[in-house]
């Protein structure tokens, strides 16, 4: 029995939570229900926490400080979903009630859960109960209730947590209609009981369960209908304050988060117009990441899930490393499975292999789709014990799109491969950005904050305007009159009048290019092209 916890011994046990938690993502995904149809709960409460894992590896974890920034900051940074967000103001209540103790003694842990309870409540602005809130405070009150009878350790603290935790689970279908309707209990709040079982057997020295076998899938007790469109931002350099923010985007939708710290906003929000959402928000900060998701489209893919569950699965999955929701909407659409990255934004060697052991498939396919992503998918490749995995080195977004346009689940690797390698190898991608700082590479001299355009991840030139970059570039690239398509994906900084333009100009200039446009290019991006 653990009478207290250490910084160190802290941020192993959340590693290992957020381990533990990995084996029930698809069981908390199946639960979801709709009229909070984030159909991908369970993987957006996986997200948040390996965010919180990340930041625990590049900490000093001798120092509780440091520990509970890395837990507080981590989880805004990574917050996902609904739910998602939630958890991260209830990790945060949790990190600030720590952050000065030399030790998580069970009275201090005790408190800790309370302060989550309350942080999560108060960030969201109606809140609803029969949800991951009614579980967070039944876990609170149970904690509290286990100090009172004199628990000694912290596991009896988490054991009294777990008890009434499940109670208050256990009751929310009575508090939410739609709970009962599908004859399940609230996702979230199953997420968080896994989450808190992961911190009990790490003190226990518990070896990991194994997957449940998903039985049935909420979502399938409910009519096709249209949801709306899950939108998510994250800004810094943010000086107003969210509530000033919260009230501005409160009239696009509903299922409204916004949430802060230390410069950083992270809102989330159910809306028709991702796009009006997005350019009205982004003049409060840096846009630094959004996501946008079809919750009709996520609500039709859940029933097609549910349908199969008992078919054998195709020989090989795929997974993506993208962000822009624009894009990672693509790469879904051809089937691949998502790792949330991209440039200053690498996913780790565990978030790869997450992704590789969560398909069923025995053959897997990995498309880094970033130069320095791709030694951690072979790391991940080499570890993912019991499957085939093949890492294809793409090197940019767009020759990743490239690629899984040739994907097909029900060919085997060894089929896919050659012509994904060679899609991939032929497409060429036109990236759009802003300098960082004043600098001459290869002849090209820029100045901080221009625009410049990349080929194929190189510095080739630097333009007045986005628009110009783009041009130019397409210019240089048709010369050879080898392409046929050219698509373009934009950011939501980037009006409706001047991508009209830009289209006009790029139509007459190139007639016999085939033009495709689509929004949620990626983030810190004006543009992403791949010509094909």
């Known amino acids: 029995m653990a009478n207290a916890l250490s910084p160190a011994e802290l941020a192993k046990a959340f590693r290992y939570a957020t381990d533990w938690f990995a084996v029930y993502v698809e069981e908390t995904n199946a639960l979801n229900v709709y009229p909070v149809p984030d159909g991908d709960t369970g993987t957006n409460m996986h997200l948040t926490l390996q965010s919180v894992r990340r930041e625990l590896d590049l900490a000093d974890t001798s120092k509780m400080s440091e520990v509970a920034r890395a837990i507080s900051y981590g989880s805004l940074l990574g917050a996902r979903g609904n739910s998602g967000v939630i958890t991260s103001q209830i990790l945060k209540g949790f990190a600030e009630t720590i952050k000065e103790a030399s030790a998580v003694s069970p009275a201090l842990l005790a408190q800790a859960l309370e302060e989550g309870s309350r942080m999560g409540y108060k960030a969201v602005m109606k809140p609803v109960e029969g949800t991951i809130l009614t579980v967070s405070r039944g876990v609170a009150e149970g904690a509290r209730k286990a100090v009172e009878a004199g628990a000694q350790s912290l596991e009896e603290v988490l054991q009294g947590a777990l008890q009434h935790g499940r109670a208050a689970s256990d009751r929310t279908p009575e508090l939410l209609p739609v709970l009962k309707q599908a004859g399940v209990v609230d996702a979230g709040g199953v997420g968080l009981l896994r989450f808190i079982e992961g911190l009990k057997g790490y003190l226990r020295g518990l070896p990991l369960p194994e997957p449940p076998k998903i039985e049935k899938y909420a979502q399938t007790a409910f009519e096709e209908e249209e949801f709306g469109y899950c939108t998510e931002f994250l800004m810094e350099g943010v000086a107003e304050p969210i509530e000033k923010i919260r009230e501005a985007v409160a009239s696009f939708g509903d299922s409204l988060l916004v949430v802060g710290a230390e410069g950083y906003v992270k809102g989330h929000i159910h809306t028709n117009d991702p796009d009006g959402l997005l350019a009205s928000v982004a003049r409060y900060g840096k846009m630094i990441r959004t996501k946008v998701e079809d919750m009709s489209q996520q609500h039709t893919e859940i029933l097609s899930m549910a349908g199969a569950a008992d078919e054998a699965p195709p020989p090989t999955g795929l997974v993506a490393v993208a962000n822009g929701w624009g894009l990672v909407k693509a790469f879904r659409g051809f089937g691949a499975r998502i790792v949330a990255g991209g440039q200053t934004a690498n996913p780790s060697v565990q978030d790869i292999l997450d992704a590789i052991k969560s398909l069923p498939n025995p053959e897997v396919i990995v498309l880094p789709n970033n130069a320095n992503v791709i030694m951690s998918a072979q790391q991940a490749a080499g570890l993912a014990d019991g499957k085939t995995v093949h890492v294809i080195p793409t090197r940019t977004m767009g020759q990743g799109l490239a690629a899984t346009v040739v994907y097909q689940a029900e060919l085997p690797s060894s089929e896919l491969l050659p012509e994904m390698e060679e899609a991939s190898r032929r497409a060429v991608t036109l990236e759009v950005t802003r300098a960082s700082r004043s600098v001459e590479i290869g002849g090209v001299s820029v100045r901080e904050g221009q ?82």
């Open 451 to 532: 625009p410049i355009g990349l080929r194929d991840d190189k510095l080739i030139l630097a333009a007045d305007t986005p628009e110009d970059a783009l041009f130019d570039m397409v210019k240089l690239a048709a010369q050879d009159g080898e392409h046929e398509i050219l698509t373009i994906f934009h950011g939501s900084t980037v009006g409706k009048d001047t991508l009209d333009a830009l289209v006009a100009r790029l139509t007459q200039a190139f007639p016999d290019l085939s033009l495709e446009i689509h929004p949620g290019g990626p983030d810190l991006y004006d543009y992403l092209a791949v010509l094909e």
